[in-house]
């Protein structure tokens, strides 16, 4: 993306010790970020990362390394560092499998714009037919059915919770509980 900027190293230095310090949780990992690639070089980044990590991260996320080789200079940098690799169709990161990326090193591999790219897609195709044909029945393919739809989101459960947790039964329950506490 054209135009990016990054903050200071030490501006991310202090906000990572900070969420050191107030970290509660053994077990919540600070992962450091920097978009230091994509504005001065990959050089930059690691330097920046190193420096990020003896603050107290936990993990190293940099953006958009360019190439294979890249990759493989960011997994040399950091051989006892979890890294993330960010995998986005269209930008300027190599697209390796989760399998090739593992094989590589990597520790945690996402796919951020995968759904919304096949969301908007799909949006914009129903909507065209929507708009051309005044109704969805030419899109039946590409759309969940009311039943399909009700069973992914699990609303047989939802109900059941609404059922047993109702207002009418807690206040029930709640009046049965100050009658029971009454008599003691």
Same mark, same amino acid.
């Given at each position: @993306?054209?135009?990016?900027?990054?903050? #200071?190293?030490? $501006?991310? +230095?202090?906000?990572? !010790?900070?969420? $050191?310090?107030?970290?509660?949780?053994?077990?919540?990992?600070? @992962?450091?970020?920097?978009?230091?690639? *994509?504005?001065?070089?990959?050089? #930059? &980044?690691? !330097?920046?990362?190193?420096?990020? =990590?003896?603050?107290?991260?936990?993990?190293?996320?940099?953006?958009?390394?360019?190439?294979?080789?890249?990759? !493989? *200079?960011?997994? &040399? *940098?950091?051989?006892?560092?979890?890294?993330?690799?960010? $995998? +986005?169709?269209?930008?300027?990161?190599?697209? =390796?499998?989760?399998?090739?990326?593992?094989?590589?090193?990597?520790? +945690?591999? $996402?796919?951020?714009?995968? =759904?919304?790219?096949?969301?908007?897609?799909?949006? /914009?195709?129903? =909507?065209?037919?929507?708009?051309?044909?005044?109704?969805?029945? *030419?899109?039946?393919?590409?759309?969940?059915?009311?039943?399909?739809?009700?069973?992914?989101?699990?609303?047989?459960?939802?109900?059941?919770?609404?059922?047993?947790?109702?207002?009418?039964?807690?206040?029930?329950?709640?009046? !049965? @509980?100050?009658?029971?506490?009454?008599? /003691?």
């Amino acid at each position: @993306m054209a135009g990016k900027k990054v903050e #200071t190293p030490e $501006v991310l +230095i202090e906000k990572i !010790k900070m969420a $050191v310090k107030t970290r509660q949780d053994p077990n919540f990992l600070i @992962m450091s970020r920097t978009d230091a690639r *994509a504005v001065y070089d990959l050089s #930059t &980044a690691i !330097k920046r990362s190193q420096a990020y =990590l003896r603050a107290g991260a936990d993990l190293v996320f940099i953006e958009a390394p360019a190439s294979i080789d890249e990759l !493989k *200079a960011e997994l &040399a *940098a950091f051989p006892e560092t979890p890294l993330m690799l960010n $995998v +986005i169709e269209g930008g300027t990161t190599p697209i =390796l499998s989760i399998e090739q990326a593992q094989k590589m090193g990597f520790k +945690i591999i $996402v796919h951020p714009a995968a =759904l919304t790219y096949a969301q908007t897609y799909a949006t /914009d195709k129903v =909507l065209s037919i929507l708009k051309k044909t005044g109704k969805t029945s *030419a899109a039946k393919d590409m759309m969940l059915s009311f039943s399909e739809f009700n069973n992914l989101i699990g609303l047989s459960t939802v109900n059941q919770l609404e059922e047993q947790y109702s207002h009418e039964k807690m206040q029930v329950l709640l009046s !049965k @509980m100050i009658i029971s506490a009454a008599k /003691d």
